[in-house]
């Protein structure tokens, strides 16, 4: 059973940056889609930003292009979001994703389409 744990979350003032990060626990993962989510309550989970984990060029949400990178470290077996300018409307609950899949052979964006998913990690962004 794959488990990824996230940390990293917190609460942050506008303009500040914050950085997630996500490892597999206890079976052993490598390979494949990883990738980041987010909701808001009364919203459905968003896509945020994917990456193959061997490499390829991520996507990101047009709502973060330009103020988040995701990277994924294959010495940690880590996946990172590093997020600045962090504006209000990026606060919620983040969730780490994996799929061995390749990103672009499945429905990346759909949150249905994701096999693994972390126990979420709440990001808040005050005024």
């Known amino acids: 059973q794959v488990q990824l744990v996230e940390s990293g979350g917190g609460s942050v003032q506008a303009g500040g940056s914050l950085t997630l990060a996500c490892a597999p626990n206890g079976y052993a993962y490598s390979g494949g889609c990883m990738g980041w989510f987010r909701q808001v309550p009364d919203k459905a989970r968003e896509g945020v930003a994917v990456i193959d984990t061997d490499g390829g060029s991520p996507w990101y949400a047009d709502s973060v292009k330009g103020r988040f990178t995701i990277s994924h470290d294959h010495v940690k077996n880590t996946l990172y979001l590093q997020m600045n300018s962090l504006e209000p409307a990026d606060t919620g609950m983040y969730y780490c994703?994996?799929?061995?899949?390749?990103?672009?052979?499945?429905?990346?964006?759909?949150?249905?389409?994701?096999?693994?998913w972390g126990q979420g990690t709440q990001v808040t962004v005050s005024s």
């Open positions: 994703v994996a799929d061995r899949r390749m990103c672009s052979t499945f429905p990346r964006r759909n949150s249905g389409a994701w096999r693994y």
